[in-house]
């Protein structure tokens, strides 16, 4: 099958640590985002990347860090800097259709739950 | 700057009306428009988008939307609401043009279908 997949569904963090969530995309697509989702404010950007080896910070970038070394993945690094990290994450790729055939729709991974305990 | 707004936080229908979830958007430039809807514990699915021509648009699920350029607007539309359609439902606006390709999300609105 074809889609994004993100990994794991659940994940508990623990004061003071690292943690990795996964994405990864076999629909070929260029550009993957990652966004937070907590109760009441909507979608909110925290990275995205264009292209491989490329990637810029979105509106809420402070306290995570990803990588793109392959066209496929994306993984989001929430460090222990980001103070309150307890929230929905997910992880997202955009097709490159022409705009004559409706493209550059943007495709959503089923989301990971991220807890601090 | 780009926005936004889903003037509702819930919509309440009963089962076989027709509903109707708002949106309206503030972009320099011509728009893309989404709307996408997500059931619990879930990511988000496409239902539709306007990029050009018809400002009508039919989408996934038997839910359509008009794009109304005077008024800012996509509302989402749907003829005759089903007990399944229950779930929270969000606009999207990217401009076109920008060097980022950003999409922007409103704050969500909750859909609640009674039978």
């Known amino acids: 099958d074809g889609g994004i997949t993100q990994s794991p569904k659940y994940l508990f963090r623990k004061e003071g640590q690292n943690v990795t969530l996964s994405c990864e995309q076999n629909?070929?697509?260029?550009?993957m985002y990652w966004y937070r989702q907590d109760p009441g404010q909507g979608l909110r950007l925290i990275y995205y990347?264009?292209?491989?080896?490329?990637?810029q910070k979105g509106d809420i970038a402070e306290g995570y860090s990803v990588s793109r070394e392959k066209k496929e993945s994306f993984p989001l690094t929430v460090t222990s800097a980001q103070k309150n990290p307890t929230a929905f994450y997910l992880c997202?790729?955009?097709?490159?259709?022409?705009?004559?055939?409706?493209?550059?729709?943007?495709?959503f991974g089923e989301g990971s739950w991220l807890t601090v305990v | 700057a780009q926005s936004v707004a889903q003037p509702e936080d819930q919509v309440n229908v009963a089962e076989g009306n027709p509903l109707t979830v708002k949106c309206t958007y503030s972009?320099?430039?011509?728009?893309?428009l989404f709307w996408y809807v997500q059931y619990p514990n879930r990511g988000l699915q496409f239902l539709l988008k306007y990029i050009t021509g018809d400002n009508l648009v039919k989408g996934s699920y038997g839910f359509e939307a008009e794009f109304n350029k005077s008024q800012t607007s996509f509302h989402l539309k749907k003829p005759s609401a089903l007990v399944s359609d229950s779930a929270l439902y969000f606009c999207a606006v990217r401009a076109l043009g920008g060097a980022t390709n950003k999409l922007i999300f409103g704050t969500g609105t909750l859909l609640a279908v009674q039978p």
């Open positions: 629909l070929n697509h260029d550009a």
């Open positions: 990347s264009q292209i491989v080896n490329d990637f």
């Open positions: 972009v320099s430039g011509n728009p893309y």
């Open positions: 997202a790729s955009r097709d490159r259709g022409h705009s004559s055939s409706g493209g550059n729709t943007i495709y």
